[in-house]
Structure formats: C-alpha cells, structure tokens
C-alpha cells in the first residue's frame, strides 16, 4: 500500500460476540485500522464491541437498530469516507475468511485506485455441500446479468472498497440493505465498466456458528434484487453487447 492510501478494515456485527475478539485479532496483523459497525447487537455482543474499542486504532459505530448487513455495510463506509480512509476492506465477523488471505487485497494500492478486489472462496470440508453447489445458482445469474465472467463469486464476505467510489454508487442505487447488497453491488459496478480483481480466500464455516440468513426473508429479497438485475441487463443489453465485441477484438 502507497503512502497516500488510507485504507480500514470495516467488521459489519450482529450478535458474533464468541468470534468477533478472535476475528479482530487476526485481521490487527494487517497494520490497519479497525472499524466495528454494531448493527444492533444484543447486550453482550454489544459489551464485547465497547471492549474491542478500547484498543487503539479501533474505531466503533453503533447502529441504534439491526438493519442488515448491506446497511450496515453501506453505514460503514461513509463513516469510512468521513474518517478519511480511501479505502476499506470488508470482512465478515464471524471468522471464516483465513487472515492471511488478505495481505493481496491491499498490496499496491494508491488512493486513486478505484478496483474492486473481491474475495472468492477455497472452501475446506467444513462448507455445507448444499450451500457450496446452492452458490452456483447465483453465479449463473450474475454472469447472465452482467453477460460476462468478471465476477468469480459476488457471495463472498471479503471486499476491497474504493471508499469515495463506493459511496457515489450507492447514492445512485442503494443495492439493498441485507443480504442483496453483496451481489448487487458487484453487478452495477461491472455494468458502469469499473475495474473488478478476483482474489482467492479460504474459507472455514464460522467459529461460532451463528448464521443470520432468514430463509423466506432473504431468499425472496434476493429473487427480487436477480429479477429486477436481469430486467437492468435487457435495458442495457445492446451496450453490454458492444462492450463484448469490443473485448473481444482487442484479444483476439
């Protein structure tokens, strides 16, 4: 990372008090700050947060309810852009992304780049098989989407922000306040011809084992966002076209 980078790590948290110490912990061996968003914890989860705090260069912003994950996403980063930060890393709280994965997502950087860095996992055995061949299903749809293979796995919990970027996006389309914003994020930024990095992280099922996805909530939620980005690709379906041709010839 270049000297006028200034990039963070932003931990959206909801209730992984039992993982979120250790996933602090790991992610401190990158010499960053540290910014903890409390999407509305409970008591305890809360408690732990205030403690992890305390330690320098941690920053805490607190949500006054739980919102979701894309919101508490979309939360930290103007945070981020208010505290300066050019950049921000997200990863999840609950400890299944491999710390030392992550070094690549800020290697180079300057505080102009404006790449997307995605995380797209190496699971090991402990990954559900039904969730691992389930992510397929979504893999088709944004390819579809996007009418391109640019984005390996959109599902993953690790993301490099452009933070000035980002937030410019999300001002014009907010993405979705749960589990949405994750894939539709990625999908707008390709249609807008930004630059997207895939980057491999392992990945183990979490430390605590606590899952917030809510079966009929998030799985309609999600039908909706794969409808409306693939009635998005039929309007923009002649310039994705000629971004294709034009891809093409240039590699050919």
């Given at each position: 990372?270049?000297?006028?980078?200034?990039?963070?790590?932003?931990?959206?948290?909801?209730n992984h008090a039992d993982a979120v110490g250790r996933t602090c912990q790991a992610l401190r061996r990158l010499e960053v700050p540290l910014l903890l968003i409390d999407d509305g914890c409970e008591?305890?989860?809360?408690?732990?947060?205030?403690?992890?705090?305390?330690?320098?260069?941690?920053?805490?912003?607190?949500?006054?309810?739980?919102?979701?994950?894309?919101?508490?996403?979309?939360?930290?980063?103007?945070?981020?852009?208010?505290?300066?930060?050019?950049?921000?890393?997200?990863?999840?709280?609950?400890?299944?992304?491999?710390?030392?994965?992550l070094p690549p997502f800020l290697a180079g950087l300057s505080a102009d780049d404006t790449t997307l860095r995605i995380g797209y996992p190496r699971f090991d055995a402990s990954v559900p098989r039904?969730?691992?061949?389930?992510?397929?299903?979504?893999?088709?749809?944004?390819?579809?989407?996007?009418?391109?293979?640019?984005?390996?796995?959109?599902?993953?919990?690790?993301?490099?922000?452009?933070?000035?970027?980002?937030?410019?996006?999300?001002?014009?389309?907010?993405?979705?306040?749960?589990?949405?914003?994750?894939?539709?994020?990625?999908?707008?930024?390709?249609?807008?011809?930004?630059?997207?990095?895939?980057?491999?992280?392992?990945?183990?099922?979490?430390?605590?084992?606590?899952?917030?996805?809510?079966?009929?909530?998030?799985?309609?939620?999600?039908?909706?966002?794969?409808?409306?980005?693939?009635?998005?690709?039929?309007?923009?379906?002649?310039?994705?076209?000629?971004?294709?041709?034009?891809?093409?010839?240039?590699?050919?």
């Amino acid at each position: 990372m270049r000297d006028d980078a200034r990039a963070c790590v932003i931990i959206p948290v909801y209730n992984h008090a039992d993982a979120v110490g250790r996933t602090c912990q790991a992610l401190r061996r990158l010499e960053v700050p540290l910014l903890l968003i409390d999407d509305g914890c409970e008591l305890a989860c809360a408690a732990v947060l205030e403690r992890l705090a305390d330690a320098p260069r941690t920053h805490l912003l607190k949500l006054p309810h739980n919102q979701g994950k894309g919101a508490a996403v979309k939360a930290g980063l103007r945070e981020a852009q208010r505290l300066g930060f050019t950049h921000a890393l997200q990863v999840d709280a609950d400890g299944q992304h491999d710390a030392s994965d992550l070094p690549p997502f800020l290697a180079g950087l300057s505080a102009d780049d404006t790449t997307l860095r995605i995380g797209y996992p190496r699971f090991d055995a402990s990954v559900p098989r039904h969730r691992f061949y389930a992510r397929y299903l979504t893999h088709s749809l944004v390819w579809l989407s996007t009418l391109s293979f640019a984005l390996r796995d959109t599902m993953c919990g690790v993301k490099l922000y452009p933070v000035a970027a980002t937030n410019q996006l999300v001002a014009q389309h907010p993405c979705g306040d749960r589990m949405q914003f994750d894939t539709e994020l990625p999908v707008r930024w390709i249609w807008d011809a930004r630059p997207v990095e895939n980057l491999p992280v392992r990945v183990s099922y979490p430390l605590d084992g606590v899952s917030h996805f809510a079966m009929w909530r998030d799985n309609r939620q999600l039908t909706a966002m794969h409808l409306r980005l693939l009635a998005g690709m039929l309007r923009r379906l002649p310039l994705l076209l000629g971004r294709h041709a034009r891809m093409t010839r240039s590699t050919g």
